[in-house]
């Protein structure tokens, strides 16, 4: 019998189990355990490696664009041009470095978030216990687990006492599931209601128990979802797809431009070495080779400064894509939440429903602090009727041992004032019932006068026989309107008792109702709200309870009532009818009950509607959509090593918040990263034009194939790389996302492009031909034209810092590095014409002041032109005339 067989182990008996496993309760023999460990491997979660540092460098070159300027530098290689050659290498050799950097750090940064402690587990060999590392575990080994214990394996239960697993970070359900060993009927079974049955991964909070393993490692429902990642298809940031489309209209239009011209020269007779030298440098002219370096150090920029505002970048052009985002599908638990238990309100007889922070707040109204007393009391009764532990921890956290509700008391406790070790010292209990599933309820029992008093609480169907007074019908409808609005309710009751067995607990005073909920994080209202004023829309997806989950979606104005709520057992209805499942898909906001493959489902549903989506997640059931989702992003506190994996970006303090920053920087990110791509093309459609005119009226080559590459890598680059360091122009945040399927180079930035290259090279033109005309030679026009282009691209540069406001009314104060940019430029050309050899290879040579000041004067009326286009765009635009 093959024991790795996947089974609905839960559905078994014990005996059943045993025997399919052939194990029994005394244990495997060390043997047994060694023979099972070499045929089916460690107790290890599947991962993908970390990439080396040579495969994160080689990633840097697998782009279209790198392609293009790999053949633009062989081809000059052939010609013998290896100046041209070497400066191209140069550039891509400089934006592999910057991107290999960037990456390597991003990973290790992600490979230290994963928690390195190993777990060891108690475990039955030999018919005796011991302690062995938990990737030693086998199927059929017995194993003991307590409060506050990881779950080594897939395990099914053979004993427990008051058992309760944390299973938030596999099913989403954020209350504990209370477990025993009864066996359940049915093969298909959530795991979540898979009660017989302990999952890897999740967290004892009560009790103890023991249970045999079933399965490990990749056998079970952590490492099913790790081992799916494998087969996930990675779904490329948007812009990746933007650049390699911007680069297929580059290498078209250049291919297609060079051609035409080549066959006419061609037919005029020119020699096929002097085409081929004209369509190198038509080349040059037309790629961009400085934007390969540009685009990294702007997204590298985008990368420092996400960090500053808690996301760590895994991927580069991920950065864009989280600006680029159009919805974002939240998970509810830990994302949303804080993922821990809350008493957000309490009845108190006599006094009404009132929420803690009108109790605790130090309110004047009269009523309440009548009502302060009463509420003490019953804080306190759930103090004394408490296992759990608060512990500080060495970051000034505090870290709960125990059960969520008994946390959420303790918590409730220290808000009151209490200090719960004098309470203990001062009144040491006497004796306890514990909890007990089938109970329903717990008991503290402390000495009295005569007898004990008894601490109580439990559900409210089972408390509130104990006592005197119950309430009346009034008690119920509170009840049943909190557990309408999701909260979980308990109640409290206290007074003196003959002993300290359940027939004791008579006649005892009703203290009131507790409702606890995992609330909100404190900024999640906020952050959702900046997403949809940025025209970013949020899905809640959870696992929890469709009422719990429909209350907080109102508290996030996401959602009003039920409809608004879709559950999983709706979804599974619809599998087999995809129009059908993408309809409710699209117009629901909320989904609950919802399986670890389901929401993979949702998101892949709503990128077939044209949504870019990006997905929140910390637990094991988010991996698989985090992987498939446009921008995964992960919890970096609460998040699970597998979720991390999968993701993106890594929210390092686990805030929506955090995200709703990033979309701000990743926009930012894609304005300077257009603003750079509008430099660059915009100058080199300049060249493009000047060239092509020259050639139709006979003009010798304005400039050297080296010239071109001065200005393309040099020149051209340095002020790129400035311009990636503007700062977010105001209300970045307030517009509306772009259309997911628009190009960079959507209408305005074909404008832009066409009548500044059109303008640039006409004037260029114009002035090498009068060069010409005054009887220069075409070294010595040449040598000046070159000094005029940097000119123009030196003015230029300003006009790009925004594509509609004024470049008078963007501060220079926001972008030094551009000032020092240019400068740079001027320094680094003048220096070049006076360097014997440097000056030989760029074909240049000094000019006087008096020849740079009448360079200048035409570069500066580029800045009128596009002053002017901007005007018009901000009148069509219904704009202020100046915009500021």
């Not at 058992?163 to 093969?187: C, F, H, I, N, R």
């Not at 909320?590 to 670890?596: C, N, Q």
């Amino acid at each position: 019998m093959d024991i790795t067989e996947t089974k609905a182990w839960h559905a078994l008996t014990i005996d059943q189990t045993l025997n399919t496993l052939e194990a029994s309760q005394d244990g495997l023999s060390s043997g047994e355990a060694a023979k099972r460990i070499r045929e089916i491997g460690p107790n290890v979660i599947p991962e993908s490696p970390p990439k080396t540092l040579l495969s994160v460098y080689f990633s840097q070159f697998r782009s279209a664009f790198i392609y293009l300027l790999l053949i633009a530098a062989a081809v000059s290689l052939s010609l013998g041009e290896v100046g041209d050659a070497l400066f191209i290498a140069a550039a891509l050799q400089i934006n592999a470095i910057i991107g290999t950097a960037q990456e390597w750090q991003a990973q290790e940064k992600a490979l230290a978030l994963r928690n390195l402690v190993k777990s060891t587990v108690a475990v039955r060999r030999d018919s005796s216990w011991e302690i062995i590392d938990g990737r030693e575990l086998v199927p059929g080994d017995i194993v003991e687990v307590e409060a506050g214990s990881r779950v080594p394996a897939a395990m099914r239960l053979l004993s427990t006492e008051a058992l309760e697993a944390d299973e938030s970070l596999l099913t989403g359900e954020s209350v504990p599931v209370l477990k025993d060993v009864a066996a359940l009927q049915g093969g298909h079974v959530a795991l979540a209601d898979q009660t017989s049955m302990l999952h890897a991964g999740t967290t004892v909070t009560r009790g103890r128990a023991t249970g045999v393993v079933v399965a490990t490692g990749a056998r079970t429902e952590v490492g099913k979802v790790a081992e799916s990642l494998k087969y996930t298809e990675e779904i490329a940031p948007p812009l990746i797809g933007r650049m390699e489309k911007f680069t297929h209209i580059v290498a078209s239009v250049m291919v297609g431009v060079i051609a035409v011209i080549a066959f006419i020269e061609l037919l005029r007779g020119a020699e096929p070495s002097v085409i081929l030298l004209m369509s190198v440098a038509l080349a040059v002219a037309a790629i961009p080779e400085g934007l390969p370096v540009a685009l990294t150090v702007a997204l590298a920029i985008s990368v420092s400064r996400m960090a500053k505002r808690n996301v760590v970048v895994r991927r580069m052009a991920a950065v864009e894509g989280l600006g680029a985002c159009t919805m974002i599908a939240a998970d509810k638990t830990g994302t949303l939440t804080l993922n821990e238990l809350s008493v957000e309100r309490v009845c108190l007889p006599g006094f009404g429903n009132l929420t803690i922070s009108s109790l605790t707040g130090g309110a004047e109204n009269n009523e309440l602090n009548r009502a302060v007393d009463p509420f003490r009391r019953l804080v306190l009764a759930g103090l004394y009727c408490n296992e759990a532990r608060l512990e500080e921890q060495p970051d000034g956290t505090s870290q709960l041992f125990g059960d969520t509700v008994d946390g959420a008391f303790l918590r409730l406790g220290e808000r009151a004032g209490f200090d719960r070790a004098v309470i203990d010292r001062d009144n040491p209990r006497t004796g306890r019932i514990q909890y007990e599933p089938t109970l329903a309820f717990a008991a503290s029992f402390h000495e009295a006068e005569q007898g004990f008093q008894a601490f109580v609480k439990g559900a409210a169907e089972v408390v509130l026989p104990f006592c005197k007074e119950r309430g009346g019908q009034e008690i119920h409808n509170q009840i049943e309107a909190l557990a309408r609005k999701g909260y979980r309710v308990l109640a409290l009751a206290e007074g003196p008792v003959a002993g300290m067995e359940r027939d004791s607990l008579r006649e005892l005073e009703f203290l009131g109702l507790v409702a606890l909920i995992d609330p909100l994080r404190p900024n999640a209202a906020k952050a959702v709200g900046r997403c949809r004023d940025a025209g970013v829309a949020v899905r809640m997806i959870t696992g929890d309870h469709p009422l719990t989950a429909l209350e907080i979606g109102r508290q996030l104005d996401m959602a009003e009532g039920d409809d608004d709520v879709v559950t999983g057992s709706r979804l599974a209805d619809l599998e087999h009818d995809q129009s059908a499942f993408d309809s409710i898909v699209a117009r629901t906001r909320i989904f609950a009950r919802i399986a670890p493959l389901q929401k993979l489902a949702i998101v892949q549903s709503l990128q077939r509607a044209g949504h870019t989506v990006a997905v929140t997640g910390d637990g094991v059931n988010d991996a698989s959509a985090l992987a498939a989702a446009d921008i995964g992003a992960a919890m970096g506190r609460s998040g699970t090593d597998v979720a991390r994996s999968a993701a993106d970006l890594i929210l390092a303090d686990d805030e929506l918040s955090s995200l709703a920053d990033g979309i701000e920087e990743g926009r930012i990110a894609y304005d300077n990263i257009r603003k750079v791509i509008y430099l660059l093309i915009s100058t080199g459609a300049a060249e493009l034009v000047l060239f092509l005119m020259s050639i139709a009226v006979g003009l010798p080559l304005p400039l050297s194939p080296v010239q071109l590459l001065w200005l393309n890598l040099v020149t051209q680059g340095i002020q790129g790389v400035a311009l990636a360091f503007e700062k977010g122009e105001p209300g970045v945040l307030n517009r509306r996302p772009r259309p997911p399927k628009e190009g960079i180079f959507n209408r305005q930035m074909i404008e832009q492009t066409v009548l500044s290259g059109l303008f640039v090279g006409g004037a260029a033109f114009f002035l090498f031909r009068s060069y010409l005309g005054a009887g220069l030679s075409p070294f010595e026009a040449s040598n000046q034209l070159l000094l005029v282009l940097i000119l123009f691209e030196n003015v230029h540069v300003f006009n790009c810092r925004s594509e509609v406001r004024s470049a008078f009314a963007t501060p220079i104060r926001n972008n030094p590095f551009l000032v020092g940019g240019v400068v740079t430029l001027q320094l680094a050309h003048l220096t070049a014409m006076h360097i014997p050899g440097l000056n030989n290879v760029l074909d240049i040579r000094p000019l006087s002041f008096e020849t740079w000041l009448w360079s200048a004067l035409p570069a500066l009326s580029i800045v009128l032109v596009m002053e002017l286009y901007k005007l018009y765009l901000r009148l069509s635009r219904g704009d202020h005339l100046f915009h500021p």
